[in-house]
């Protein structure tokens, strides 16, 4: 049971943050072809010329998938499937922690 509850909250947690950064591409709107750093993301941008919307799209559908994909490890018992979520749920704490971090304090972290 618990073990059970602790999945969905993996799943949950991994959507949220995907939410958030969903959320946070969308705001920074105007500035996001300066600052977006993820190759992929770059490539999205250019590949739309500059707006967020294909962007969007890609980071949903891709939640989407990595969420269908779990719950269907999941239901075939496959071995490794908890470490997985919770591996992919660090992930997305870390990038949470990025995202709600000011941008200097990186600056200050690579370029004491």
């Known amino acids: 049971m618990i073990k059970r509850n602790v999945f969905h909250l993996y799943c949950i947690i991994i959507a949220v943050v995907s ?6 591409l969308s705001r920074n709107r105007p500035s996001i072809t300066m600052d977006e ?10 590949l739309d010329n500059g707006d967020v919307s294909l962007f969007i799209l890609v980071k949903i559908l891709g939640t989407n998938l990595v969420i269908a ?15 997985i979520a919770a591996s992919l749920t660090l992930v997305q704490i870390l990038l949470l922690l990025y995202l709600i971090t000011p941008y200097y304090k990186y600056l200050e972290i690579f370029y004491p």
Do not use: S
């Open 37 to 46: 750093m993820n190759p992929i993301g770059q490539y999205l941008l250019k």
């Open 19 to 24: 939410a958030i950064d969903i959320y946070w």
């Open 69 to 83: 994909i779990l719950y269907t490890l999941k239901y075939f018992n496959i071995k490794y499937t908890y470490i």
